[in-house]
């Protein structure tokens, strides 16, 4: 009896301990995804494992080319692909510029300054968020993040980080409103 309740007792843990990929999406629900043909993709925070990073590129390149976009270098893309990550919990303090992804803090694609809004983000460990701009607007037009996707792990990680970037870029680019309304009807 006492070995059923120890038994039953680790399966409950067990359970309970189990931890699914929590992933959410946004994006601009004004901008036209259809006129996105270029893109190109760098690490805008460091998760401090180059492999994991390299390797999180070549993915979100991949899915990218897979949904017809084409990589291209930043100074010409359309789109511009800021990975960042966490292996650990971190609080970060992000400055968003009313001038756009310039002024993020992510540096090397330079930026307008204007008014400036400073607030602190607590990364868990595992996170990835998949930040899309448009290069001319300099505007975030899409942002992923998933939850538990990096692990310090090389094999672990390469399974988790192409589940994760497969759900975030599951319905990715979104649909313009009219294509919704008019499939509708």
């Not at 601009?28 to 996105?36: E, G, L, P, R, Y």
């Not at 010409?76 to 292996?87: E, F, Q, R, S, Y």
């Not at 607030?119 to 001319?136: H, I, M, N, Q, S």
């Amino acid at each position: 009896m006492l070995r059923t309740g120890i038994i039953a007792s680790v399966i409950c843990l067990g359970f309970f301990t189990v931890v699914a990929q929590e992933v959410k999406t946004d994006y601009d629900h004004n901008f036209n995804f259809s006129q996105v043909h270029t893109f190109a993709v760098k690490i805008g925070t460091s998760w401090g494992n180059q492999i994991s990073e390299d390797r999180a590129k070549e993915m979100v390149t991949k899915t990218l080319t897979e949904k017809g976009w084409q990589p291209a270098d930043e100074t010409t893309a359309d789109a511009l692909v800021l990975l960042h990550g966490a292996t650990s919990t971190k609080k970060s303090l992000n400055t968003f510029y009313s001038g756009g992804y310039g002024g993020y803090g992510y540096g090397g694609w330079g930026g307008m300054p204007g008014t400036a809004t400073t607030t602190e983000t607590e990364y868990r460990v595992g996170t990835l968020v998949v930040d899309v701009f448009d290069a001319k607007t300099k505007k975030l037009i899409f942002r992923g993040v998933g939850q538990d996707e990096l692990s310090d792990k090389a094999d672990k990680n390469t399974k988790k980080l192409e589940k994760g970037v497969a759900k975030i870029f599951k319905n990715f680019p979104p649909q313009a409103k009219d294509a919704k309304e008019s499939k509708g009807d």
